[in-house]
């Protein structure tokens, strides 16, 4: 009998449980610290029930492993992480008109005056812990190249998200301008990796290829994700195409041809797109490839996180890293092999 995923993957997925649970639960304690306000704290409540980011903890706590530091240096920094991506996960629902994602529902029901105020709540709560990790390792160098790697994985996903809406129901965006952003939706994985392993005395060498694979993991989620709206997996493709960007498979699909761009474009600009037109724009992405060509950008950024980690010391780290990566790709390529 073949060996399930979740077996092949055992011990990576024991390792997220372990280290994710943990640091959930000190996230589920920091977002009602001082908060009194019943309004605010309920809900908080149901960001405490729906929110359960456990890979940014992970990669965090393994790429300080990796070399050479020991877990406890980065529990902290695992937990900044999960309070500024909530945080910043918040803001990206009001950008998105987002009610559900992931098939729970977000806050963004209680308006989006008080969906931000949450949303900067967690951010400034972010910040507050990483005033913990200053006092604890009392080097001003290695601090501001701590904060100085934060600070730049934010401004590069505002800058992804900035650039993101300029692609809304656009089927003429350039690949290469979209790939860009998908490069950097996710860019504090890039941080989480870097901060992990500057936190656990690493060289520099070692703290740019470790960030390197955070950032091409965080490339293959951001993949993955749009992988899974192009098949409508989670149901939100109308949303999707009316409120975000255009995926990248139906993007590329659309610029095979005019006629393709003319029929997508029809369906797009629908005020009510119907289940039928849906599998159309599905079938248009079929016939031309997009999810092979998606699978190649995959593999080729998964080789390249491989190659990253050749130059790291063998470890049960770096092994469960190398997972990490082996996984992410798998799932893409296991959705996109679903089409055809």
Partial sequence: MATSRENQYKDLNSTIEKIGNKVLERFREEIFAGIKNPELISILEEVKCYW??????????LSCEAV???????????????LAAAGAGIHDDIVDKSSNKHLKKTIHGYGIDKTLIVGDLLISKAWTTISKIVREIGQPTKIADIIEVYGQCSANMCEAEIMEISCRKKLDTDLDFYKEILWNLNADMQGCAKIGAILGNGSNKEIQNLGEIGRILGFLFAVRSDVMDSLNIEGNICHRLKHESVPLPILFAAQTSKE???????????????????????????????LLYVDN????????????????????????????LEREYSYISGLSNLAF
């Avoid at 359960?52 to 992970?58: E, I, K, L």
């Avoid at 491989?306 to 790291?312: E, G, N, Q, R, V």
């Fill in 52 to 61: 359960r980011d456990t890979y940014r903890p992970t990669l965090t706590q």
């Fill in 297 to 324: 950008l995959a593999k080729e950024a998964s080789e390249e996180g491989m190659s990253k980690l050749c130059a790291i010391q063998p470890s049960l780290a770096r092994d469960l890293l190398q997972q990490f």
């Fill in 260 to 290: 393709r761009e003319r029929k997508i474009e029809s369906i797009i600009m629908k005020k009510e797109i119907p289940e039928s037109d849906i599998r159309k724009v599905l079938e248009t992405c079929f016939e031309t490839e997009a």
């Fill in 68 to 82: 050479g530091g020991q877990s406890e240096t980065v529990k902290d920094a695992g937990l900044v992480f999960a």
